[in-house]
């Protein structure tokens, strides 16, 4: 099987990309649904991050407020990476065991989407890293409409290393600032050199 991992910065089109690689067939898990996953009400992770940053972080229904953590983390340094210790390993405990099953069923191509992969580390588990990427101020215009501020997108940017540092690492670089046909046409392309090596 042969493994890919799928990075770039916040908005940039990585869940384009997975998208596409599925409906070519390929086996694809996304680390923020994973992360979704690993917070459900009851989960140990759950437990931790109430008792790390408080009760408060609970809707009536016992759920995390997500918005509420998020801006708690990324306006405090030190908190956000309290917050990676209790969820980050989970997350490659969830992603590493998929890839094992699928290894387990011969699939022929696997991908991971992962933010950090770098932050964290992850490249070597992966033969190919493709770094899905555009401008910044794409990017921009990108989260404004999804409704962020910009201070939340300077805090996303500042958690994250430089998009180009990641497109400098990564072996691949699908640039989606074009037409969705050009995004495609640079997967398929990027696919069919790398499953015929």
Known sequence: MK????????????STVAHLLQARGHAVVDTDVLARQ?????????TEIVAAFGPE??????????????RLVFADTAARKRLEAIT???????????????????????????????????ASAFDVVVCVACSLATQEQRLIARGWSR????????AQFPVQEKM???????????????T????????????AA
Do not use: C, F
Not at 96 to 119: F, G, H
């Open 3 to 14: 493994v890919m991992g799928l990075t770039g910065g916040v908005g940039m089109g990585k």
């Open 38 to 46: 690993i917070v459900r009400p009851g989960t140990p992770a759950l």
């Open 57 to 70: 972080l609970l809707d009536d229904a016992g759920g995390l407020r997500r918005e509420a953590l998020a």
């Open 88 to 122: 980050h390993p989970r997350i490659r405990e969830l992603w590493q065991t998929q890839l094992r099953a699928w290894q387990a069923e011969s699939r022929a191509v696997a991908a991971v989407v992962i933010p950090l992969l770098y932050e964290t580390q992850a």
């Open 151 to 158: 201070e939340q997108i300077e805090q996303r940017r500042a």
């Open 168 to 182: 400098e690492r990564a072996n691949y670089v699908i640039w989606t600032e074009g037409l969705p046909r050009h």
């Open 184 to 195: 495609e046409a640079q997967l398929d392309r990027l696919l069919s050199g790398w499953l």
